[in-house]
T-cell receptor
Framework: AQSVTQLGSHVSVSEGALVLLRCNYS??????LFWYVQYPNQGLQLLLK??????LVKGINGFEAEFKKSETSFHLTKPSAHMSDAAEYFC?????????????FGQGTRLTINP | DSGVTQTPKHLITATGQRVTLRCSPR?????VYWYQQSLDQGLQFLIQ???????AKGNILERFSAQQFPDLHSELNLSSLELGDSALYFC????????????FGQGTRLTVV
C-alpha cells in the first residue's frame, strides 16, 4: 500500500523567506507524486506533479519540488514566500501501474506567512 | 473557478438522516471522484466513476453510495448519518481515468448534529 507522510502540520515563515514543506512517501512501485494547495473555503488546486520524467519539477506560483528516490522524498520549496502563499498544502501519491485511479493524500501542512 | 460545481455548499442535518450531495463535472470530463476531508482522517478517496460505471473504490462506508448519471453528473448519498460523518466532501473530475489531471470542486461542508 502507498502512503505519504508530511512532516509538520504547521509551518510558519516570514515573507520573503524560503518555504520548505516536507513530504516522504512509501510505495512498492515507482510512484507518481503530487502537491496540491487548498486556500480557505476552496477546493484543491494542483501545484505540480512528478510522473517519472525530470526529477526537479516546476509548478505554478514559483513552487518546485524534487523527487529523491534514495530519500523517498518529494519536498516542496519556494525561494521567497509571499503573503498569498498562506494556505494548506497536501502531498499525494498514486500508483501509475494501477491506472493512477486514486490519490493517497498526506495529512496536510498549513503554511502561515508572517509579515 | 475549476469548472466543477458542487451543491449544496453547506448542509446541516441530524444523526440518522440521509443526504444527497451533487457534483457536476467540467464539460467533457468523463471521470468523477469523491473525496472526504475530515479532521480525524484527513483527505481520503471514496469512489470514482467513469462514464457511468464504478471504476475504483476507496475508503467508502457501506452507508454511503454514489452513482453517475447519463449526463455525467454524480451524486453521493450518505445515509444513517453519524456525528463522525461531518466533513468536507469534494468532487473532482477529469477527462480520463487519471486523477493527476483532475480538477476539484469547492466542496460540500456537511455538519451532522
Amino acid at each position: 500500500a502507498q502512503s505519504v507522510t508530511q512532516l509538520g502540520s504547521h509551518v510558519s515563515v516570514s515573507e520573503g523567506a524560503l518555504v520548505l514543506l516536507r513530504c516522504n512517501y512509501s510505495s512498492s512501485v515507482p510512484p507518481y507524486l503530487f502537491w496540491y494547495v487548498q486556500y480557505p473555503n476552496q477546493g484543491l488546486q494542483l501545484l505540480l506533479k512528478y510522473t517519472s520524467a525530470a526529477t526537479l519539477v516546476k509548478g505554478i506560483n514559483g513552487f518546485e519540488a524534487e523527487f529523491k528516490k534514495s530519500e523517498t522524498s518529494f519536498h516542496l520549496t519556494k525561494p521567497s514566500a509571499h503573503m498569498s502563499d498562506a494556505a494548506e498544502y497536501f502531498c499525494a501519491v498514486s500508483d501509475p501501474f494501477q491506472g493512477a485511479q486514486k490519490l493517497v493524500f498526506g495529512q496536510g501542512t498549513r503554511l502561515t506567512i508572517n509579515p | 473557478d475549476s469548472g466543477v460545481t458542487q451543491t449544496p455548499k453547506h448542509l446541516i442535518t441530524a444523526t440518522g438522516q440521509r443526504v444527497t450531495l451533487r457534483c457536476s463535472p467540467r464539460s467533457g470530463d468523463l471521470s468523477v471522484y469523491w473525496y472526504q476531508q475530515s479532521l480525524d482522517q484527513g483527505l481520503q478517496f471514496l469512489i470514482q466513476y467513469y462514464n457511468g460505471e464504478e471504476r475504483a473504490k476507496g475508503n467508502i462506508l457501506e452507508r454511503f453510495s454514489a452513482q453517475q448519471f447519463p449526463d455525467l453528473h454524480s451524486e453521493l448519498n450518505l445515509s444513517s448519518l453519524e456525528l463522525g460523518d461531518s466533513a468536507l466532501y469534494f468532487c473532482a473530475s477529469s477527462a480520463d481515468t487519471g486523477p493527476d489531471r483532475a480538477f476539484f470542486g469547492q466542496g460540500t461542508r456537511l455538519t451532522v448534529v
